[in-house]
């Protein structure tokens, strides 16, 4: 393909790709280079730094480095949380923490036997308390939520609307984010800090019981 045939392709229709060598790094790069290439600016990356971490966290999923912890993610599936998920993932994999959700996976042919066996195996949770149309979170992640805890799983919240959760998770200290923001520095930074916080909790805690 000349570099005149890619322009066009960018331009006026989708990209075509040569055979793949490694499906593992074609089904996780593919999707990163469409990204780069989209023609609706407002649909690219926010910047190089937010392409960078993302391709870090592909880099260290294709070299299949050991995860030190395991994270399931409650949270909508709506193209509208795409970003967020991003930057969950690749904070999870900048601390080396593997993040799954459920639509990722299928185990089994019950959803709900799959989330239930995904947040027992997992070290933690992270859930994101939005609101919906309806204007409060997910029922479905405040039923994720309420599993975690009754396992005494630690989890990590995150929410655009602090105002719209119940009361009982107002006392849980939450992160709070701005959906437009979420590529941006800062964020990825204070994610970052809040995922490694959860596993040094969780190591401690091990080492307590093992003690």
């Known amino acids: 393909m000349t570099i005149e045939d890619l322009r066009a392709s960018v331009l006026h229709g989708g990209l075509v790709f040569p055979a793949a060598r490694d499906e593992t790094a074609e089904r996780l790069l593919r999707p990163w280079l469409r990204r780069l290439l ?7 990356y926010i910047d190089a730094l937010e392409a960078q971490r993302d391709l870090q966290a592909i880099a260290a999923e294709i070299e299949g480095r050991r995860p030190v ?6 949270m909508p599936f709506t ?13 999870c994999a900048a601390c080396r923490v593997f ?3 459920v639509d990722q996976s299928h185990l089994r ?21 939005a609101p919906a149309s309806v204007g409060v979170p997910n029922p479905n992640v405040m039923l994720e939520i309420g599993y975690a ?4 799983k630690p989890v990590l919240l995150l929410t655009d609307a602090p ?9 849980q200290r939450a992160l709070l984010y701005e959906p437009k923001s979420v590529g941006g520095g800062e964020f990825y930074r204070e994610l970052v800090s809040f995922v490694a916080g959860v596993i040094a909790r969780c190591v401690t805690e091990d080492t307590t019981k093992a003690d």
Do not use: G, Y
């Not at 989209?38 to 690219?44: A, H, K, Q, S």
């Not at 912890?69 to 409650?74: D, G, K, L």
């Not at 509208?80 to 904070?91: C, G, N, S, V």
């Not at 805890?149 to 005494?152: E, F, I, S, V, W």
């Open 38 to 44: 989209e023609p609706l600016p407002e649909n690219r």
């Open 69 to 74: 912890a395991r994270a399931f993610v409650a």
């Open 163 to 171: 105002d719209t959760l119940t009361f009982d998770l107002r006392t």
């Open 149 to 152: 805890r009754a396992l005494q």
């Open 79 to 91: 193209t509208e949380f795409d970003a967020l998920w991003r930057a969950i993932r690749t904070a």
């Open 109 to 129: 042919e019950s959803i709900w036997d799959e989330i239930c066996d995904a947040i027992r195996s997992c070290d933690f949770t992270i859930a994101v308390a």
């Open 99 to 101: 993040a799954m959700r």
